[in-house]
């Protein structure tokens, strides 16, 4: 199995921590989100690993890594960046990463070891993270609904009552090549104007849409995400709540 990165913004809301680096390269206690990352990815005995680039490109270098190039970063969102690696999505069961998030070697263990062609991991102990980043916690939540079969049914609309998310989203995903060729098909529907404005949880959501069966997967805590400059000191205090 292989993993792709999604690392071609810039971040905007670190402000000046990202005047002069991507996103992923910004550090918190010794060590970048890219370089966390990996570590949890090879731990989980994933070698192969893509990444897709844009802002200040050549900063990003992992020796044996491929590179894939988003060219129109500041004028497309995610899925734009996915389709730049769809030679490895095509021929490969690939795992997913968002460049901006933390895990555990754990979740990338067991999103292996699943049989379905599109998979999504969800945190169910997502509040105390929500609540370690924000005031109030629904003012960023967003719906997250299965069914009995652990299909999702619903993600990415606004939500008034915490008991209504059943969790959240944690920007990793897997696909089969089977996977990747139901979701190619739906993208291939689209003009490029639509395209390059579709995020990823908006191509989620057209998925279901198009009854395309997303299954989930319920990982238990050790997930973060840093989107602010608040966020990095929300993981300190979170992360000694933890221990």
């Not at 990165?5 to 550090?27: D, F």
């Not at 999504?120 to 929500?130: F, G, H, T």
Request: charged share 25%; hydrophobic share 40%.
């Amino acid at each position: 199995m292989r993993a792709i990165i999604l690392a071609a913004g810039r971040g905007s809301r670190l402000k000046a921590m990202t005047a002069e680096r991507p996103k992923c390269l910004v550090e918190i206690d010794g060590q970048t989100l890219l370089e966390r990352q990996l570590k949890s990815l090879y731990q989980a005995g994933i070698s192969e690993i893509g990444i897709v680039r844009g802002y200040m490109a050549e900063k990003i270098a992992v020796d044996g890594a491929q590179y894939f190039e988003n060219l129109r970063w500041e004028d497309t969102q995610m899925v734009r960046s996915l389709m730049c690696a769809q030679e490895w999505l095509e021929n490969d069961e690939c795992i997913v990463c968002y460049s901006d998030i933390m895990y555990n070697s754990e979740a990338i263990q067991f999103l292996q070891n699943t049989k379905e062609d599109i998979v999504i991991p969800y945190n169910v102990e997502w509040l105390k993270v929500w609540e370690a980043r924000f005031e109030d916690p629904l003012s960023d939540a967003e719906s997250f609904q299965i069914d009995e079969q652990g299909r999702l049914t619903e993600i990415g609309s606004k939500v008034n009552n915490i008991h209504d998310i059943q969790g959240q989203y944690m920007g990793i995903l897997k696909f089969t090549p089977q996977g990747w060729r139901q979701i190619a098909k739906v993208l291939g529907e689209m003009d490029d104007t639509k395209l390059d404005k579709m995020d990823m949880t908006s191509i989620l959501n057209l998925l279901i849409k198009q009854k395309i069966a997303i299954y989930t997967m319920a990982i238990n805590g050790n997930w973060f995400e840093i989107d602010s400059e608040q966020d990095i000191e929300a993981y300190r205090e979170w992360l000694n709540g933890e221990k």
